[in-house]
């Protein structure tokens, strides 16, 4: 499932980070802040307006993302197949 | 010997860097407040000088914007004019080191002698972190010591281990390690050194909760900022009534001693009294407008309101990001335009430094103020609401306005339109340090008198010279401003300004304004003072202009004010950060042009209505 597609409070872990295009440096930031295989993250909350951005939650570390940011990350959700 | 700073943004580098020198930069709480690098220099117990470079913070070496690339570069070596550092102090904020880490292990393996500061140890102890230091150095293979950047003599532990002697370089295990290889170390080195209790602070999640919540977390944002601008013109009057008399009595009291015709007479009375007094009474307004700026940086504050922001920024071609450059720039342009350092997106960068002086800063405020207590009647609306308050905002909103609307037109003409990012760290929450707060009160007053001593002063006695002399001919029956070169380059002006309804005293203000916007203020004050037969002071400007102009005038000069590009120092920092004067001929062009059709506008539209 797609980060950006996750429910709201849910513990999911990430499975990758996929590239949008060749080179994207988007996806190279998101992997330098520790979205990489493995890691535990929790979506904390969606913003105000059409529910963009989303604040994420990795390690101790939160982050606002973008919708179309982090559906470059593919994660599983705890609980859901 | 040479050191550097570096690390994440927002884990204490500049805090620490104050704490080593002396010095007093800025400190704050959200990611991007050092977008420069800073030197400042300390002598060690052993009695070596140690030259401190402050460097922005950086999340890793593959750099995403114009701060970043000046860390990356001055650790490599390759930043122009600066030799490659002796020492790299790497700074990791030790409640988040998950995230720090990996940049150290970034750092280690430049091949360059490091020591790792764990910072805000105490907060750490506070959530139940614990971190076993001895390992971690073993784990590193670097020195590694505690600080507490934020209390006093939190750094000794750092200076000691400075002094002692150049750690051992340590050669990388791996040359050209991965991310996914980094991040695995990483997590090995956290299992064997620390141990959390929780991962987050319950009291942060609680106030997000609140503060970003999609209907309270909007409605808490616009009544803070809403509650500020009542709060600059309620709580600073009765400061401002002070300091108006103290300066009357002053004239009066300094003045009383020469005759009263003499030029001196006339150039204490009318151009320093009458000038300087008219400025000098907003220091109330601005300070209290910055007392609240300060505590929302500090408080951790500003990185939710653009996350709140965001998606409504984007829309119109802005980045959320924006919020926290737009946000300083009411204070001044300057300081919010090298903020925008940290937008790593060029596009957005440049949009926000063209809508940057549409933000309403702190030397408009003297202008409103003085048209507003002149023609505006101070009356309570609905209660609790001052007419003259709601006024203020809908100018500040206007300013708001207009820069979405700028942006959203700068969106539709650029023809690059690939994805910009976002990616923001929110930081925790923090409670405002008293001294930081009053530390940054006081440079701002002291910023502020020193305009009103040095550029403020000579503009003002400079007007007065133009405004004296040529000296009326025999037997002249208008005042004497009527025949001196100001007058008539007022009178030649208002050929331009008629339609938008600027007599000749204001196009004359309008002039010396170029150099700061204040300075109008006080080139009224003493063009007024100048043609007036009775020796009013600046205490009488308000009530003079409310006699002599129509509402029309006073409403098409504040809508003026909301777009004038009349600031040198603004256009020249555009100039500097973005490195093209055609950005300085777009920005004055358009907020000129901008101005005359808003002025054009109120003032045929008021005088219609009337």
Known sequence: MRLSDAPKGANAVVQSVSDAHPADPIAQRLRDLGFVAGEPVRLVARGPLGGDPLLIQIGSTRFALRKSEAARVDVLVDGAA | ?610
Not at chain 2, 86 to 99: E, G, K, P
Not at chain 2, 143 to 148: K, N
Not at chain 2, 432 to 454: H, Q, T, Y
Not at chain 2, 581 to 603: D, E, I, K, M, Q
């Open chain 2, 1 to 610: 010997m040479r050191i550097a700073l570096v690390g994440n943004p927002n884990c204490g580098k500049t805090a620490l860097f104050n704490q080593l020198t002396g010095g007093r930069q800025k400190v704050a709480n959200y990611a991007g407040v050092t977008v420069e690098r800073k030197e400042g220099r300390f002598v060690a117990p052993s009695g070596r000088t140690l030259h401190i470079l402050d460097l922005p913070g950086a999340y890793s070496f593959e750099a995403t914007s114009p701060d970043e690339a000046i860390t990356r570069d001055v650790c490599h070596g390759r930043y122009p004019g600066e030799a490659a550092p002796d020492l790299i102090v790497c700074v990791a904020d030790a409640t988040n080191l998950r995230l720090h880490l990996r940049f150290v292990l970034e750092v280690r393996r430049l091949g360059r002698p490091v020591v790792l500061a764990l910072n805000m140890m105490d907060a750490a102890r506070r959530r139940g972190i614990a971190i076993d230091v001895a390992e971690l150095s073993r784990r590193l293979g670097v020195p590694v010591v505690e600080t507490v950047a934020v209390k006093r003599g939190g750094a000794k532990a750092l200076i000691a281990r400075i002094d002692e002697s150049v750690p051992d370089i340590v050669p990388a295990a791996i040359d050209q390690a991965s991310v996914e290889q980094l991040h695995t170390e990483v997590r090995s080195i956290l299992a064997a050194t620390v141990t959390t209790s929780r991962d987050t602070v319950a009291i942060d999640d609680a106030i997000d909760r609140w503060a970003l919540h999609p209907v309270f977390g909007l409605a808490i944002l616009a009544t803070l900022m809403f509650f500020i601008f009542q709060a600059v013109f309620s709580w600073a009057e009765p400061i401002m009534d002070a300091i108006e008399s103290g300066i009357a009595a002053l004239g009066v009291f300094v003045t009383g001693f020469l005759p009263a015709d003499s030029a001196l007479h006339s150039l204490l009375n009318d151009g320093l009294f009458a000038g300087l007094g008219a400025v000098l009474v907003f220091l109330p307004q601005i300070l209290i407008l910055f007392l609240f700026i300060l505590v929302l940086e500090e408080s951790g504050y500003l990185p939710r309101a653009a996350f709140l922001l965001d998606r409504m920024m984007f829309r119109v071609g802005l980045t959320g990001r924006a919020f926290i450059p737009l946000l300083s720039s009411f204070a001044c342009a300057i300081p919010g335009i090298m903020a925008t350092r940290s937008i790593q997106d060029p596009r957005d960068r440049l949009t926000t430094i063209l809508v940057a002086p549409l933000m309403t800063c702190s030397a408009r405020l003297p202008v409103y103020t003085l048209l507003i207590a002149a023609f505006i009647p101070s009356r309570s609306v609905w209660g609790v609401f001052n007419l003259q308050g709601i006024v203020l905002f809908t100018l500040y909103f206007a300013g708001i306005f207009s820069a979405l609307g700028v942006a959203f037109v700068m969106k539709r003409l650029r023809k690059d339109k690939s994805e910009h990012a976002l990616i923001m760290e929110l930081p925790s929450y923090r409670l405002p340090n008293v001294r930081d707060i009053g530390l940054g009160l006081w440079e701002r007053a002291m910023i502020f008198l020193k305009r009103v001593g040095g550029i403020i002063l000579a503009l003002t006695v400079l007007l007065w010279f133009l405004s004296s002399f040529p000296g009326p001919p025999d037997g002249a029956t208008q005042p004497a401003i009527d025949y001196s070169i100001a007058g008539r380059l007022g009178r030649m002006l208002e050929v331009i300004f008629a339609p938008i309804g600027f007599n000749w005293q204001i196009c004359i203000a309008l002039v010396p304004g170029l150099a700061a916007r204040e300075v109008a203020v006080a080139a009224l004050g003493t063009v007024y003072a100048m043609s007036g037969s009775d020796d009013s002071v600046a205490s009488q400007l308000g009530p003079l202009i409310a006699n002599q102009w129509s509402l029309a005038t006073a409403l098409s000069l504040l809508a003026w004010y909301v777009f004038a590009p009349q600031c040198m120092s603004t256009l020249a920092v555009i100039r500097r950060e973005t490195n093209s004067w055609r950005n300085v001929a777009v920005a004055a062009g358009y907020l000129f042009g901008l101005a005359y059709l808003a002025s054009l506008a109120t003032y045929q539209i008021a005088r219609a209505l009337s």
